[in-house]
């Protein structure tokens, strides 16, 4: 084996500090070469090895009665009923996204696409969390162009619906930026693959694209923080090819469906490395490799960079034996490479043969398994007091809606998604826009309700509650359009743990995270972390971004956000009185102000007004419902009225604080005159406040004499993004 | 009415149409894969949407020159219906089954979204469920939809009532705002001379459910089967 002495620059440069370095001499009893060491970096970047953070994930509620599997696999898997299964996760493209805005994000969609068809599941819904910059900085309209551009050229190409997600602004994401990707897919329970190698002799199967030397240790880019020359990171950023993939799902689908796969993993961060060794790893196998053998897209390329390059749109499998020539006849028919790279052995050891020499030897499970965990150092985070609604200024509230509705975080996203193609595979039931996108389950009449939330501003001022919020928005979304809420993903995205205040708001957001999936009875089944999201020291707000999946047993009871009529009565469900303004949307954007403590979550409060308002909703009770978030109450109702095109009359509510307050786990609801009574009996048995509080009718929202006309209320809440998109930079 | 829909590479409407079809059939689609050009008997071959081949060329034009497309070409001569839909009018445009181009939105811009259509012929076996004149809404999912011809093939195609569709406001106006794409006119879709093909880029199969928010597209698929039968 050639062995050019390892330099302390090269470990620098790959990523490891000297603890890790000694480690890995300790692991070998010797010096690694290069390739070796190559490997190492990636295995044990922050990236794949969750070193930072696998101490507190740990803690998190995984399983339920419904759940097939948890974390640890591509994806997470839950039962849906009728013998098919849900698989379904979110991952972060932060990094490469902020380089190069468009590849960076196509390429985080392809990405979370072939993990979770890669479990045998077709994508049918594609959702995401984009979090930009303030809008006057001079990035800002770049990446946003870029950022949605991409996602819409790889997702539109592929033909997998973008349903729904949210784009949220603020000063904290001005250099880093963040672009969370979720895919949701459906298998039958019966046709499940997981990654798991076994079977000495075996044959390591590469279809897909081939290996160029694009991505190369975009793992450890991904792990480290950034500075003034990121910008020269442009070549670690792979460039993404939809229709491949494309390709490569029908190609995978179609070989699923025979019995010739034993285990299979997409090539995802630090590609062949992290495939191979995982997959051997979980089944306890050892692997050799001839690295000739790897199709490439470019001429001299070497084990070192075929190990570590992150090319887009590849997959490992391992074959049962003698099933090769039904894969690459499947392969051959999709125009995609298929080649025979190796096979596995009862050894524990990867080996890499390139033109018959060995150029690496490393035992599998140190790598894979033993990797670095640490316990960082963390303190809590301060708490704010609470802000009394007497000391924030009050204004009137035509004036404050007005300012709201049009901000940049409460303008409409139509902008955004009709770039996306919300359409495609004819079962969107519910578009972009509402609570949750709802999609069908092809060919039955139920559907999948997913929504994905956090509110940074929340977990920055309390980690534990702004961690709890999280999940609770978006089972209250969940259960806004009559879905159960049954799972998460969750997508982890905080500055540089090495800091004990950034360490101190992963484990107080984890813990939110985790008493509201207690709570809630809705585990986590999959996720990604994604830490030092910070340039020159300056981190992000704490963004625990979560995506959250229910089921509609019955579609025909799928609720919806707009006022269907006039005469309806509208009705206030949960938590009566309130009127919490700290941290809130109004005194961010009417006070320019951000403090105070967030609105706590009362779990069993969210929890027996969310299963009333489901219940009504299941009854037929209802005309319309819209939970209550950023904006509060009064936002709600002007979202209801613009998206119904019908008005309202309010009554008994006033005040700033009670029209626009954040308090937590409530909902706005209509229904008609004959129901009324049935619909208030029910909230009395079920122990839930209910307030009346106006009527639907007329052409503008009108409360204690004022009125605004939705018309001035559309031209501003749907003027703001394309207004601000078209301005010359 | 025996039906079949093409499958490129990249086809990514193809199983969408599949389903629409077979709602207003009762039967099983035909699924022609594109290098067949020994199909099956058809009434009614349909060339969906997607990115046929990647379109990392000019859209439609390497999947004007596949396999399958030759076949296709002379089966319409013979009369076999052909309806191309967004990616499939991009192809049988470059096929040359339709007159005109599909350029860029002028916008610049992929748009996804429902638009008002006017039917501006109902005298054909895909629009005999409309009205001349009536106003269907059907969605749009496209970034190439700009349809472009020169002033005297529109003169013709209109003199020849070969318009099938106008973008239009839900009143029927034919506006500039009605318009998503900068499309000559305000063309969505076009017949062939005999009316025996058409290209549109509207998806009448993803309005064609109740479920889907709509169905105004299901007429289409209905007259197409009355028609066929």
Not at chain 1, 199 to 213: H, L
Not at chain 1, 493 to 506: L, S, V
Not at chain 2, 93 to 116: H, Q, S, W
Request: hydrophobic share 40%; aromatic share 6%.
């Amino acid at each position: 084996m050639t062995t050019a002495k390892i330099t302390a620059a090269d470990i620098k440069t790959h990523g490891l500090s000297n603890d890790e370095y000694k480690k890995i001499l300790e692991v070998l009893g010797r010096e690694p070469n290069l390739v070796e060491l190559g490997i190492f970096s990636v295995m044990w970047s922050e990236h794949c090895s969750y070193k930072s953070s696998k101490k507190w994930l740990k803690t998190l509620p995984t399983t339920a009665p419904w759940v097939i599997c948890g974390p640890g696999e591509n994806a997470g898997v839950i039962d849906i009923g009728e013998g098919l299964a849900a698989i379904f996760k979110m991952e972060s493209h932060n990094h490469p996204s902020f380089i190069e805005p468009y590849q960076g994000a196509a390429t985080g969609v392809g990405g979370i696409l072939r993990d979770v068809f890669t479990m045998g599941a077709r994508p049918i819904a594609n959702m995401n969390a984009l979090r930009f910059g303030s809008p006057d900085h001079p990035k800002t309209r770049h990446l946003v162009s870029g950022v949605v551009a991409g996602i819409a050229g790889y997702g539109n190409c592929v033909g997998v619906p973008t349903v729904g997600g949210e784009v949220n602004f603020h000063a904290s994401y001005n250099g880093n930026i963040l672009v969370n990707a979720m895919t949701v897919g459906l298998a039958k329970q019966d046709k499940i693959f997981y990654s798991a190698a076994a079977g000495a002799g075996n044959p390591v199967v590469y279809v897909g694209s081939k290996t160029g030397r694009d991505g190369i240790h975009g793992a450890t880019m991904a792990s480290a923080e950034f500075d003034a020359n990121s910008e020269e990171k442009r070549p670690t950023v792979q460039v993404g090819d939809p229709f491949t993939e494309k390709l490569l799902i029908e190609a995978c689908m179609e070989l699923m469906a025979t019995d010739a796969i034993q285990s299979i993993q997409d090539m995802g961060a630090a590609g062949l490395t992290s495939s191979s060794f995982e997959m051997a790893s979980k089944g306890g196998m050892g692997v050799e490799l001839e690295m000739e053998k790897v199709p490439q897209r470019e001429e001299g390329m070497t084990p070192y960079e075929m190990m570590l390059s992150e090319s887009q749109e590849r997959m490992l499998i391992i074959l049962k034996p003698g099933k090769e020539d039904i894969a690459r006849a499947i392969f051959e028919k999709w125009e995609l490479d298929f080649a025979v790279i190796g096979h596995l052995t009862t050894t524990g050891r990867m080996i890499l043969k390139f033109h018959g020499e060995v150029v690496c030897d490393l035992p599998i499970d140190p790598l894979a398994q033993a990797s670095p965990e640490y316990d960082r150092p963390w303190t809590p985070t301060r708490r704010q007091s609470i802000l009394e609604a007497k000391d924030v200024k009050d204004v009137a509230w035509p004036e404050a809606l007005k300012t709201l509705i049009g901000c940049p975080d409460l303008a409409s996203r139509k902008w955004v998604y009709e770039q996306y193609d919300h359409m495609v595979m004819a079962d969107t039931c519910q578009r972009p826009g509402g609570d949750a996108a709802v999609v069908r389950i092809h060919g039955s009449n139920r559907g999948l309700a997913i929504s994905t939330d956090v509110t940074p501003r929340y977990v920055l001022a309390d980690p534990l509650e702004g961690g709890k919020q999280a999940v609770a928005e978006t089972w209250r979304n969940i259960t806004a359009v009559g879905g159960r809420p049954l799972a998460i993903t969750d997508n982890l995205n905080f500055g540089n743990p090495q800091k004990p205040e950034i360490m101190g708001q992963i484990v107080e957001a984890i813990k939110g995270i985790g008493e509201a999936c207690k709570g809630l009875d809705y585990p986590v089944i999959s996720g990604n972390v994604s830490l030092y999201n910070e340039t020159d020291g300056n981190p992000i707000m704490p963004t625990p971004a979560i995506g959250g999946v229910g089921l509609i047993d019955n579609l025909d009871t799928m609720m919806t956000v707009p006022f269907k009529a006039e005469k309806e009565i509208i009705l206030l469900a949960g938590q009566a009185g309130g009127g919490w303004l700290g941290q809130s949307l109004y005194l961010r954007e009417i006070c320019g102000q951000e403090k105070g403590a967030p609105p706590p979550v009362d779990l069993l409060h969210e929890r027996r007004v969310g299963d009333f308002v489901r219940s009504m909703i299941h009854g037929k009770k209802l005309t319309a419902c819209h939970d209550l978030s950023d904006g509060g109450l009064m936002v709600a109702l002007a979202e209801m009225a613009l998206s119904g095109d019908v008005g309202c009359e309010l009554k008994n509510v006033a005040g700033h604080a009670r029209l626009f307050g954040e308090d937590q786990g409530r909902y706005v609801l209509t229904v008609k005159t004959s129901d009324l009574a049935g619909v208030k009996a029910a909230a009395t048995a079920a122990n839930v406040a209910l307030e009346e509080i106006g009527a639907t009718g007329g052409t503008a929202i009108a409360l204690n004499g004022a009125s605004v006309a939705l018309a001035d209320l559309r031209k501003l809440h749907e003027g703001w993004f394309p207004g601000y998109m078209a301005r010359p930079a | 009415m025996r039906a079949g829909v093409v499958v490129f590479p990249g086809s990514n409407c193809d199983r969408d149409v599949a389903v629409a079809l077979s709602q207003s059939t009762g039967k099983k689609t035909a699924m022609i894969w594109h290098r067949d050009t020994d199909l099956p008997d058809l009434d009614l071959i349909v060339v969906p949407g997607g990115f046929s081949y990647g379109d990392y060329l000019r859209c439609g034009a390497m999947g004007a020159h596949s396999p399958v497309m030759q076949e296709i070409k002379r089966r319409a001569e013979k009369g076999t219906r052909v309806l191309g839909i967004c990616n499939g009018f991009q192809i049988i445009t470059e096929a040359g089954l339709v007159p005109g181009v599909l350029m860029r939105n002028a916008g610049l811009k992929y748009v996804c979204k429902d638009v008002f259509l006017r039917v501006e012929d109902s005298q054909s076996a895909f629009t005999a469920r409309y009205n001349a004149g009536q106003i269907v809404r059907i969605p749009i999912g496209h970034g190439e939809g700009n349809y472009f011809a020169d002033d005297e093939t529109l003169d013709r195609l209109e003199g020849e009532g070969l318009v099938a569709f106008r973008y239009a406001t839900p009143t029927g106006e034919i506006t500039l705002d009605a318009n998503p794409n900068g499309s000559q006119r305000n063309i969505a879709g076009v017949f062939n001379k005999s009316r025996t093909v058409l290209g549109m880029m509207p998806h009448p199969e993803r309005l064609s459910d109740p479920k889907l928010g709509g169905t105004d597209g299901r007429a289409m698929f209905d007259a197409l089967v009355e028609t066929l039968a």
